[in-house]
């Protein structure tokens, strides 16, 4: 598989939406890799290999339509605390907060893109654990956006403490 692109659309897409993307991606030359709807912040992730016209998967699509590679993970962190959604936020979008994440506010969620390349998922993750209190303040993450193989790979090497590279991972071999 070649560099893949992530795609966010910024509507909660249905199959018949997924199959004219799916073309799209083809016409380009290339494949439609992953597909995964979050009704709950109104958006669509997918990750494709190729390429594509922003404009004409927008049209397409009938929402705005945004591409980036490499493709950022995005997360959606709930919790019933508003007061732990607002640190959370703070902590991650404002002054002195990381590079390469930017928080968006949806009633009592966060959606989270962190570009893994720039900022460690690991920062991330010990962020949230520490806004949220031991108890985790009733937080619940969750990966939204489909996760490329490099990204993955990336975040398994920082987890484990050892160097990693894609030839490594069974998976990728199959």
Do not use: N
């Not at 019933?80 to 009633?107: M, W, Y």
């Not at 996760?147 to 199959?174: F, K, M, Q």
Request: net charge negative; with cysteine; hydrophobic share 45%.
């Amino acid at each position: 598989m070649g560099p893949v692109t992530g795609v966010r659309a910024e509507c909660a897409l249905d199959t018949r939406q997924r199959d004219a993307f799916a073309d799209l991606c083809a016409r380009g030359g290339g494949a439609l890799r992953a597909w995964r709807p979050a009704p709950a912040f109104q958006t669509t992730f997918a990750v494709f290999e190729g390429a594509i016209d922003e404009r004409e998967a927008a049209g397409l699509l009938h929402c705005a339509v945004h591409t980036e590679r490499p493709p950022a993970l995005y997360l959606g962190v709930e919790s019933s605390e508003a007061q732990v959604l607002q640190r959370l936020k703070e902590a991650l979008s404002g002054p002195g907060g990381p590079v390469g994440i930017t928080v968006e506010r949806h009633d009592l969620a966060l959606l989270v893109r962190i570009a893994t390349r720039r900022t460690p998922f690991s920062v991330v993750r010990d962020l949230i654990d520490l806004e949220a209190g031991s108890s985790r303040a009733g937080c619940r993450v969750t990966v939204l956006s489909p996760i490329d193989l490099e990204t993955l790979v990336l975040i398994a090497s920082e987890g484990l403490g050892v160097p990693l590279r894609t030839r490594d991972v069974l998976e990728a071999r199959l």
